[in-house]
């Protein structure tokens, strides 16, 4: 179970990392990875953030619940870390500042968008393996 959750939350950083830099919705990670020296280990950071995600998922067994549709579970689970995010952005002024920048709308939307890339993909690969 735990190995599981931490292949498919590794695969789908990658996903999410790749699609999130493209669009620039990484958002508060954004800040996250800024604090490493180089942009490498920036998204070393949140690989291993993602896959230990991923190892949440599996552990607290989020894959069981709303049904049978892998994609609904993952997007469900990406949408809950989001808010998560918001709410650390919320109470951090350094990730506020980052989450919340101007156009905000926009902002938020990427983001979300980035984390529901993520979870889906999660949900989707964790099935699959």
């Known amino acids: 179970m735990s190995q599981k959750g931490l292949v498919a939350g ?3 950083s990658i996903i999410g ?14 800040a996250v990875a800024e604090a490493a ?10 690989l291993v953030i993602g896959t230990a995600l991923g190892y949440v998922y599996s552990y ?7 049904g049978k549709e892998a994609l609904v579970k993952g997007v ?16 951090f002024p350094t990730l506020g500042q ?5 156009p905000i709308r926009a902002n938020l939307f990427l983001q979300a968008l980035t984390h ?7 949900g989707l690969i964790y099935q699959s393996r």
């Open 76 to 91: 469900a689970y990406g949408i809950l870390v989001w808010i998560v995010t918001l709410i650390l952005a919320a109470i």
């Open 60 to 66: 607290f067994g989020f894959d069981k619940l709303f």
């Open 10 to 12: 590794f695969l789908a």
């Open 98 to 102: 980052v989450a919340f920048a101007d």
């Open 116 to 122: 529901l890339v993520w979870g889906a993909s999660l």
């Open 37 to 46: 020296k180089t942009p490498a280990g920036g998204w070393l950071v949140l």
């Open 17 to 30: 990392l790749i699609f999130g830099q493209a669009v620039g919705g990484l958002g508060i990670w954004n």
